[in-house]
């Protein structure tokens, strides 16, 4: 079992930033990749980035390329959500998930962290 819990959001203005951060604990060794989801009120969860736990390759959506950075810490077993020039749509619930790599899904998920924009 793997456990997640995230951290780190907050209001704040459009324009600003914020560092959302997801600490894992448990079965670290069965990591395959570590990702950040996101879900708006009335909308579905989406897809926002992922890195690879070995080898750092990372994925992002288009809708947040260029403004927001996905990083790991693994000595800390930490990964990091940079998030820069926040807009009002960015508002949501933001869930860390972690995939073994045995199914395309991700297995485990975090809590969720709440991310607000005002215009």
């Known amino acids: 079992q793997v456990q997640l819990v995230e951290s780190g959001g907050g209001l704040v203005q459009a324009g600003g930033s914020l560092r959302l951060s997801c600490a894992a604990s448990?079965?670290?060794?069965?990591?395959?990749?570590m990702g950040w989801y996101r879900q708006a009120p009335g909308k579905e969860r989406e897809f926002v980035a992922a890195?690879?736990?070995?080898?750092?390759?990372?994925y992002y959506a288009d809708f947040v390329k260029g403004r927001f950075t996905i990083s790991r810490d693994n000595p800390k077993n930490t990964v990091n959500l940079q998030m820069s020039s926040l807009k009002p749509e960015d508002t949501a619930i933001y869930y860390c998930?972690?995939?073994?790599?045995?199914?395309?899904?991700?297995?485990?998920w975090g809590q969720g962290t709440q991310v607000t924009v005002s215009s």
């Open positions: 998930a972690a995939n073994r790599g045995i199914t395309k899904g991700y297995d485990y």
């Open positions: 890195i690879r736990w070995s080898g750092g390759s990372t």
């Open positions: 448990g079965s670290i060794f069965s990591i395959n990749t």
